[in-house]
């Protein structure tokens, strides 16, 4: 048997702001348990719904010396979905009602964390043999694992994984605040270790401590080796590609699954969808205000609203879009200048877009079945999960050739009948607004062939199943 600790600054259902939150709570759950025993470790929000902290039960506490003061640390646990969760529990670092605000306290309370859900393992009874780090937040738990924590027997021979979720994140201060506030000697803050352009940088320290490296798809871990997508770090990631791969992420099956949604007002699956997918489309008409036509090419938006997004793009053409005979249904938070760009056109044509400027699981699910398309025009990605949730939903993807788009949707090939969406190679405006066109042409002049390319979409397998077996390889070879 071997044990697995994720540790990660949030998790479904418990807190979510991004696709981390889908990973860490979905991932753990589809590994043999004849052989692993994964569980999850994320922070305990003040914000987190009452539902769940209802569901936390007083595991110990303990005191710890940070930051020049002996801080508390609680722990509390629950089991969801078979998993056992552990939440680090600190009323001052933890407050607020986001899980993240301020870089400058952020960082703080991240190192805090890092420190605290390491110290806290000897006392919950669990010895993970490998320890998986998420992002930048948990960076310097590989660096504590071959430092502070690695006299202990009990700490030795445990190996850390880091898994780059968003290189453009990377938890960076100046050396004297974090040599401060994570304790670590003077011999960490050099160029081949924690610094980076005179600054202290968490992930940098993950990278070069962690025994191996993922990212989450074979595109993205090609890509950070150059410098565009490197974030400044593309030298240490060639340097380290040895230990670096792509794994792909998958989805829960089980939650986005247009057979058995409850948030969705007519359910589907792959062979009834073209009668019944409709129904959902005008439903959300209905509902958003939108002038109810079944020929409208409805394209729908889930996202941070960020540069990583490619949101620029689309402003750049509303308006040209907005000519045609189609509908748009935006629901994001993130920059102003986004969040008052889809407004302003929402004003403007009205029962033509619908920016919904908010956070809701809810809407999202119903926007993932109702739409024709989903537009994901990003400057990088990752992996990105809203298109696999599009594919799941017969809604397709048009997307930029980039990290797991370029994986997880394959372009249409009208002679050859094959693809699942529509693509555009470069970062470019017009050159999206062309992959748009195709597909409404495609939508409404060749409905069969539209279709098919739904039929092959909605066949994709893009459960965890294949990537966790991957990911089960790697474990074995770290720890045979
Ligand atoms: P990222 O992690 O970069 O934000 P992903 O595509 O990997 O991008 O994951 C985004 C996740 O967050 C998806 O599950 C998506 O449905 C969800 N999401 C993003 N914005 C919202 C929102 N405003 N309301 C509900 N869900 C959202
Ligand atoms: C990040 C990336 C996104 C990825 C997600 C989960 O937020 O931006 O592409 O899907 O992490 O790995």
Redesign the pocket.
């Known amino acids: 048997m071997k044990n697995v600790l994720y540790i990660a600054s949030e998790a479904v259902p418990f807190i979510?702001?991004?696709?981390?939150?889908?990973?860490v709570g979905s991932l753990p759950a589809c590994f043999d348990k004849r052989y692993f025993d994964v569980r999850v470790m994320i922070p305990k929000y003040m914000c987190m719904h009452q539902e769940y902290k209802d569901m936390m039960k007083y595991v110990t506490h303990f005191y710890m010396d940070f930051n020049g003061e002996s801080t508390y640390v609680g722990v509390l646990e629950a089991e969801y979905n078979g998993i056992k969760y552990y939440f680090i529990d600190n009323e001052s670092y933890f407050s607020g009602d986001r899980p993240y605000g301020d870089i400058a306290y952020d960082l703080g309370k991240f190192i805090f964390f890092s420190r605290a859900a390491l110290s806290c393992l000897p006392l919950i009874n669990f010895r993970p043999d490998i320890i998986h780090c998420h992002d930048w937040q948990t960076g310097l738990i590989p660096v504590y694992m071959k430092d502070t924590f690695r006299a202990g027997e009990f700490y030795r021979d445990m190996k850390s994984i880091m898994t780059i979720?968003?290189l453009k994140f990377q938890g960076t201060w100046d050396v004297k605040t974090v040599k401060k506030l994570s304790g670590l000697s003077d011999y960490y803050f050099a160029p081949d270790k924690l610094e980076a352009y005179k600054d202290a940088n968490l992930l940098k320290g993950g990278l070069v401590f962690a025994d191996a490296i993922t990212t989450v798809s074979a595109t993205y871990a090609e890509e950070i080796k150059t410098a565009f997508y490197g974030e400044k770090l593309d030298g240490l990631l060639r340097a380290r590609e040895h230990d670096l791969r792509g794994i792909v992420?998958g989805?829960d099956y089980d939650l986005y699954n247009p057979e058995t949604d409850r948030f969705i007002v007519k359910q589907y699956n792959p062979k009834n969808f073209r009668k019944e997918k409709i129904k959902n489309k005008r439903a959300l008409q209905e509902e958003l205000g939108l002038y109810k036509d079944d020929q409208a090419f409805m394209i729908g938006l889930?996202?941070?609203l960020t540069d990583?997004?490619g949101i620029d793009l689309i402003s750049y053409i509303m308006d040209e879009l907005c000519q045609e005979h189609i509908q748009l249904v935006i629901?994001?938070?993130g920059e102003e200048k986004y969040e008052n760009m889809f407004r302003h056109f929402d004003w403007k044509y009205n029962d033509k877009v619908s920016a919904?400027i908010?956070?809701?699981?809810e809407?999202?699910h119903k926007i993932?079945a109702s739409c024709d398309a989903f537009l994901?025009p990003s400057l990088f990605?990752?992996?990105?999960?809203?298109?696999l949730?599009s594919l799941r939903y017969g809604t397709v993807p048009i997307v930029r050739e980039t990290g797991g788009l370029k994986d997880t949707v394959e372009p249409y090939n009208e002679y050859e009948g094959k693809g699942t969406g529509f693509s555009f190679t470069n970062y470019n405006a017009h050159e999206m607004l062309g992959a748009i066109r195709y597909a409404m042409d495609v939508f409404w002049n060749r409905k069969r062939e539209w279709n098919k390319i739904i039929d092959r979409g909605m066949a994709q397998d893009y459960s965890w199943q294949n990537s966790a077996r991957e990911y089960t390889n790697m474990y074995d070879w770290l720890v045979p």
């Open positions: 979510k702001t991004g696709g981390l939150a889908d990973v979720h968003n992420n989805i889930v996202s941070r990583q997004k629901l994001g938070t919904n908010y956070y809701s699981e809407l999202s993932y994901m990605e990752p992996c990105g999960l809203s298109q949730m």
